[in-house]
């Protein structure tokens, strides 16, 4: 009876946390000050990872995609399959599952060891909200720099893509450029940036509320942050999954 209920349970815990962030952000006075600070954190620290993991994505997507072509399909076709796999799936999914590594486990930890210290039950005697203080600051943070990060991924992307294949195979910048240019629709952007502010939420929702509930002692972070990260890369799988399923048909330009 207890592994029947326990999943139940689970998903009523998480939503009354939900809850709580939700009428957390009534009181701007508590996160405000916490927001820009964790924008940098989350955000600008993490430019150097994205950076890296964007242009291997684009390099190693332009030399395969140009070496499984069959003899008599134009070159062209290099710039619209890298430009399709990077913008519209590689981008923003490698991105967040990256970044649920680096920001989520990060996030985990920071409001875990606060718990297991009593931290956030001294926030408490002090009359702040823990939850307003803590976890609605690395919300924005993650909605707003996610898209940003992604953006900033799919261009190094792209443009690795297009040195790769101009650099390392027989495919001219002219027949990369009209690829790119072939079939493009401006929501394939957007389609990009939804799946990056959903990805973000994920990462602040699951590692924020694994850290607030994490057990007593060092033990009890550590399996937190792992559990964390186990779920948050999961849910962004099946919501990667679930985005595709409802937009892709509005992506044809």
């Keep these: 009876m207890?592994?029947?209920?326990?999943?139940?349970?689970?998903?009523?815990?998480?939503?009354?946390?939900?809850r709580d962030i939700v009428r957390a952000f009534r009181d701007p006075r508590t996160y405000g000050p916490e927001v820009f600070r964790q924008m940098r954190n989350i955000g600008v620290d993490s430019l150097p990872l994205t950076a890296i993991v964007a242009a291997f994505i684009g390099a190693v997507t332009a030399f395969q995609t140009?070496?499984?072509?069959?003899?008599g399909v134009q070159l062209s076709v290099v710039g619209l399959i890298s430009r399709q796999s990077i913008v519209l799936e590689l981008g923003p999914l490698l991105t967040g599952l990256v970044l649920t590594g680096r920001v989520g486990a990060r996030i985990t930890a920071e409001i875990g060891t606060m718990r297991v210290t009593e931290q956030i039950d001294a926030l408490e005697t002090l009359a702040y909200d823990p939850v307003a203080y803590l976890v609605v600051p690395r919300v924005i943070a993650c909605l707003v720099m996610l898209p940003v990060l992604v953006i900033l991924a799919d261009a190094i992307g792209v443009g690795s893509a297009m040195f790769t294949a101009v650099t390392a195979t027989d495919v001219t910048a002219a027949a990369?450029?009209?690829?790119?240019?072939?079939?493009?629709?401006?929501?394939?952007?957007?389609?990009?940036?939804?799946?990056?502010?959903?990805?973000?939420?994920?990462?602040?929702?699951f590692c924020s509320y694994e850290g607030y509930t994490a057990n007593v002692g060092a033990e009890g972070v550590g399996r937190s942050t792992a559990q964390a990260v186990v779920i948050t890369s999961v849910a962004i799988l099946v919501l990667d999954a679930v985005t595709a399923l409802l937009l892709a048909p509005y992506l044809q330009a």
């Design 176 to 205: 990369f450029a009209e690829g790119l240019r072939l079939e493009f629709a401006p929501f394939q952007i957007v389609y990009s940036v939804i799946k990056a502010t959903i990805f973000g939420a994920a990462i602040a929702f």
């Design 2 to 18: 207890q592994f029947v209920l326990d999943p139940f349970r689970q998903v009523g815990q998480r939503g009354y946390f939900l």
């Design 66 to 71: 140009r070496y499984q072509l069959f003899g």
